[in-house]
Every structure is written in structure tokens, then in C-alpha cells.
């Protein structure tokens, strides 16, 4: 399985980013998918996750209202996650992770992520 992340970058605060990530290697329409983030020296964290259809979500609260993740399954698998109203405090290495296991309800845990991309930073100016 791999997982390419990419659509990182520089935005200004209140600004907008819309990070892909592109599954292949098995059979990826069947899996939930799930975005977390990590600032060095810190744990990495939970952003949000969305089920293998598409039709179940979540957020961590610190994204919630601001950022949307979306999935487009129509060829090969590709996971989005648009971020608006950025803040500086969402500057992290964002990475994409899929889980062990097909079907299911989105997953928060990182536990439960088998695979992850390489990570795509995003750094936030204030």
C-alpha cells in the first residue's frame, strides 16, 4: 500500500490549502482514510477521518467548521482534505494514513493506521 501526500505549502492566516492523498496498492476504495498532523517534539495528533464510502466523518474540535475531508473513489482512490481559516497554530506535517482493516466507521485512534504517506508540511504565517 502506498499513500502520497501532497498539496502542502505557505499560506497566510486566514488563507486556504487543499492537501491530496493517493492511495494505491490494494483494493483502497474499501478503506476509511484519515489525516493527522505533527509539530516537532510533540505527539502526533488526530485531525480527521472519513469512513470508506465517503458518507461518515470526523473532525478533531480544533478543525472542526474549518476543515472538510472528502474522497473521490471513482478511479484510484484519492482523499482530500480542504483547511480554510487557516491559523498559525495549524502549521504541522500533515500525513494521510489508512487502516488495517476494510469497511468500518472512521477511525480516530492512530493505532488502527497501518500505512502512512510521507507527510506534506503546511506552515501558516501569522
Known amino acids: 500500500v502506498q499513500l502520497q501526500a501532497s498539496g502542502g505549502g505557505l499560506v497566510q492566516a486566514g488563507g486556504s490549502l487543499r492537501l491530496s492523498c493517493a492511495a494505491s496498492?490494494?483494493?483502497?476504495?474499501?478503506?476509511?482514510m484519515g489525516w493527522f498532523r505533527q509539530v516537532p517534539g510533540k505527539e502526533r495528533e488526530f485531525v480527521a477521518a472519513?469512513?470508506?464510502?465517503?458518507?461518515?466523518?470526523?473532525y478533531a474540535d480544533s478543525v472542526k467548521g474549518r476543515f472538510t475531508i472528502s474522497r473521490d473513489n471513482a478511479k484510484n482512490t484519492v482523499v482530500y482534505l480542504q483547511m480554510n481559516s487557516l491559523k498559525p497554530e495549524d502549521t504541522a506535517v500533515y500525513y494521510c494514513?489508512?487502516?488495517?482493516?476494510?469497511?468500518?466507521?472512521?477511525?480516530?485512534?492512530?493505532?488502527?493506521?497501518?500505512?502512512w504517506g510521507q507527510g506534506t508540511l503546511v506552515t501558516v504565517s501569522s
Open positions: 496498492g490494494r483494493t483502497s476504495s474499501t478503506y476509511g
Open positions: 472519513i469512513n470508506w464510502t465517503g458518507g461518515n466523518t470526523c
Open positions: 494514513a489508512s487502516p488495517r482493516n476494510p469497511y468500518g466507521s472512521p477511525y480516530v485512534d492512530s493505532s488502527l493506521y497501518a500505512f
